[in-house]
């Protein structure tokens, strides 16, 4: 029993060491470890919302100072503020490689964040200090997207103490009102000083490591994105006294055309990525959603297949545009008939489709109601980006380097990032970080945001050897 137990020890502890030497081969050395939490820690607490409160330009000085500090040319590392918008900095720093020819990469990172108030988070956090408990960083931004603006920085630093000399040059962009704000950074920065940071392809948030009761599932690489439009559908009527109600009503006429956007499908679309993504998913997912997912590739207007995929949010919204209702408003006194009733319908518009297609879909819905639907602005195109081997292989290569078995799913965000202004311009975008996180337990935006403290150096460590590789490298 007691040779037993010796073997059972001896086994254990094998595996302990083993698991060690593992781990140690997907963290970045502790020095660097060390430095990212520090720039991390500093990041969390400057206050970055779009509110009296936040300031972008105090953060982005922050950074500019590390870099600086760490021997950073001045010329190299500036902080851009708009004339208008004292508050809403970003800052763009090279690191200069040789002169080969080859066009810049781009690592694109907000450092603005979305509202926070104490008192919606639990008594014992402060969404704006940073702090370590049980295995996780807590903080307003540790998972979106102050994350990657500090291991970004990090690496950048780590790259030049170690003398790496990459084959072009890297460029950082940290920027404002990714999360909403009048003064978005990478439109200001296109619009006004696209030379600092034109770009072969970037890399940006929008992707990143999905797990599952603590097992890694895949890497997502976002690739594309839906185009984000709104619009009014109005309801109008003469109205008259609520003491002799008739049938034509504004109210019920907008909510009966609201029931029909409800019961609508838009028709499946695909694209290379989408295409890419449910047939990589299929041998994970396995039964039922994966045979369907299967099916739905080797031909779209399969209808069994897609409804037995609608059953999940994420795969519907994927196959097709979307509309929902967000807003709504109608009435003028409690004593009247309605003479106008509004509802904001959102769509996420599939990348390929035209808005004015979506346009004309929901007024043909809205119509028998004597609804009249008009957009809100415009849709901001957004092409995808083609998934070519410089950059997949790399993220491939070193995704099973440091996670054997993972695979990597090319995706569409269903939502929207600051992707969309350089896609739109020629700039292709991945969102990429082999950051992990549980998909049962997503916190941005929310109360208690919080990130595995093993995930954020496995995310440092990854986009270390990523960006080494995509530069001139040669690590992957």
């Not at 963290?27 to 939490?37: F, G, R, S």
């Not at 009761?213 to 003469?238: M, W």
């Not at 415009?378 to 993220?395: C, H, K, Q, R, W």
């Amino acid at each position: 029993m007691r040779k037993i137990i010796r073997g059972a020890i001896g086994a254990a502890a094998a595996f302990v060491v083993t698991a060690s030497v593992a781990q140690a081969q997907t963290m970045p050395p502790q020095e660097y470890q060390d430095l990212a939490k520090s720039i991390f820690a500093e990041l969390i607490e400057i206050n970055t919302t779009d509110s009296e409160r936040g300031n972008n330009t105090i953060a982005a000085r922050a950074l500019e100072r590390r870099l600086l500090d760490a021997g950073f040319p001045a010329e190299d590392v500036q902080v851009l503020v708009p004339a208008d918008s004292p508050t809403k900095g970003n800052l763009v720093a090279r690191y200069r490689g040789r002169d080969t020819g080859l066009k810049p990469i781009l690592l694109l990172a907000h450092i603005d964040v979305v509202e926070a108030l104490p008192e919606d988070w639990s008594s014992d956090l402060d969404p704006f200090g940073f702090l370590e408990r049980d295995g996780f960083y807590y903080g307003r931004g540790v998972t979106d997207n102050k994350d990657e603006a500090s291991i970004y920085t990090a690496n950048l630093i780590r790259m030049k103490r170690e003398g790496f000399v990459p084959d072009r040059d890297i460029i950082v962009a940290l920027t404002a009102d990714e999360e909403g704000g009048p003064r978005n950074g990478v439109a200001f920065l296109m619009a006004e000083h696209r030379d600092l940071i034109d770009a072969a392809y970037a890399l940006n948030e929008g992707g990143g490591g999905m797990m599952k009761d603590g097992r890694r599932i895949s890497n997502n690489v976002q690739a594309a994105e839906k185009k984000f439009l709104s619009f009014y559908f109005t309801a109008t009527n003469p109205g008259g006294h609520s003491s002799l109600p008739v049938r034509k009503n504004a109210i019920y006429d907008l909510s009966n055309a609201l029931l029909a956007v409800q019961n609508y499908d838009f028709p499946v679309m695909m694209h290379e990525i989408t295409e890419q993504f449910f047939g990589r998913s299929a041998d994970l997912v396995g039964g039922e959603m994966g045979d369907a997912m299967r099916r739905i590739v080797s031909n779209p207007n399969d209808t069994e297949a897609s409804k037995v995929l609608a059953a999940e949010p994420g795969y519907y919204s994927r196959l097709r545009t979307t509309c929902v209702a967000t807003l709504l408003e109608g009435g003028h006194a409690q004593n009247a008939l309605p003479q106008l009733a509004r509802a904001n319908v959102n769509c996420r518009i599939f990348p390929t489709q035209d808005p004015e297609d979506v346009q004309a879909r929901l007024q043909a819905l809205a119509a028998p109601f004597d609804v009249t639907v008009e957009p809100r602005g415009a849709a901001n195109p957004s092409p995808p980006s083609p998934l070519t081997d410089e950059v997949l292989g790399p993220i491939e290569r070193i995704t099973e380097q440091m996670w054997p078995g993972v695979k990597v799913l090319p995706i569409m965000s269903t939502g929207a990032t600051d992707g969309l202004y350089l896609r739109r311009e020629g700039i292709p975008v991945y969102g990429v970080s082999g950051l992990f996180g549980d998909m049962d337990d997503v916190r941005a935006h929310g109360q208690d945001e919080r990130i595995s403290i093993q995930s954020f150096y496995e995310g440092q460590e990854f986009l270390y050897r990523l960006v080494k590789a995509l530069s001139g490298g040669g690590i992957a």
